[in-house]
């Protein structure tokens, strides 16, 4: 693939990355109207790609976009894409805009929705000496939306928030930003969940908090309980997490990640923690797992709609 530009799926057709476009008028970059998911291939292993799909058709429940995609067609659609450009690991991003529409909010001038799929090899977030030394983090000035609005549940392309709060932390010298939520409780980092160690028990907030329902987050939360640790999910205020032992965050980008320095203050010991390296360890062993995703190799390929 040395020199060869990625393929990428929009409406039933591939086209080189340079060549992968949608209207001025598509309300998903007029209004930030549509909502996508982040996913990685593993070895060929499309990681949790069902839960992927179920929780991007509630965000188009939500946002009441009516793609003519089912569930299994939009899995195939992920999985021709990568199998299109020849990957067995990659980072796969599907997003369904409102479509294109008129210089206006009301959303019944977009006629039909865009699906687009992109796919390419990228390394984990923060990269391998991240997950060796952790992290540094400070505590965003912004706060998560409520949940009775704008709630950041919904994987929507709005990002605005999540990209200031990364200034914050640019700006303050720090890897990562974490977010409260309107009560001044934990919430979640600008672009993963978080996770808290404290005396041998693993806690993460609840959904109460505005938290994405990230797939990862659930994964490790199965994963803590199958290594034999007490799981609590519950509110977590700053001071809980600054005074813990461990703190880690978790996101398909990032997978999982120690966070050792908050506001200055050090972690635990200021160094990743053993709970920490022992959830880090399990996760990269279940991501090479067949039964943990969808094979590209057993996914009957796509005829695309226009029959290309």
Do not use: W
């Not at 999540?162 to 720090?174: C, E, M, P």
């Amino acid at each position: 693939m040395a020199g060869k530009e990625p393929l990428v799926y929009i409406d039933g057709e591939f086209r080189s990355k340079g060549n992968a476009k949608v209207s001025v008028y598509d309300h998903g970059l007029l209004y930030g109207d549509g909502v996508f998911e982040g996913i990685r291939c593993y070895n060929g292993i499309v990681f949790r790609l069902r839960e992927h799909i179920d929780r991007f058709y509630e965000g188009l429940k939500v946002t009441r976009i009516n793609v003519p995609y089912n569930k299994e067609d939009m899995v195939n659609a992920v999985v021709e894409t990568v199998k299109r450009n020849s990957y067995t690991d990659a980072y796969i991003r599907l997003i369904v805009t409102r479509g294109r529409g008129n210089l206006g909010l009301d959303p019944r001038s977009c006629a039909r929705p865009s699906i687009i799929i992109m796919a390419e090899p990228v390394a984990p977030a923060h990269g391998k000496e991240a997950r060796e030394k952790g992290v540094t983090a400070i505590i965003s000035g912004y706060r998560r939306d409520m949940v009775d609005g704008t709630t950041h549940e919904l994987k929507s392309l709005n990002y605005i928030q999540s990209v200031l709060a990364k200034f914050q932390a640019i700006d303050a010298g720090a890897d990562e930003v974490l977010m409260l939520d309107h009560r001044g409780m934990v919430s979640e980092f600008h672009g993963s969940n978080v996770f808290m160690v404290k005396r041998g028990v693993v806690n993460t907030p609840t959904s109460a908090a505005g938290i994405l329902h990230g797939i990862t987050r659930m994964r490790v939360l199965k994963l803590a309980e199958e290594l034999g640790h007490e799981v609590h999910e519950r509110d977590i205020t700053p001071y809980e997490l600054l005074t813990s032992d461990e703190v880690f965050l978790t996101g398909t980008m990032a997978e999982v990640v120690p966070v050792v320095r908050m506001n200055g203050v050090a972690i635990g010991d200021g160094v990743p923690g053993p709970m920490t390296k022992e959830i880090i360890i399990a996760f990269q062993r279940t991501t090479r797992n067949p039964k943990e995703g969808v094979p590209i190799d057993q996914v009957v390929p796509l005829q695309t709609r226009t029959g290309k």
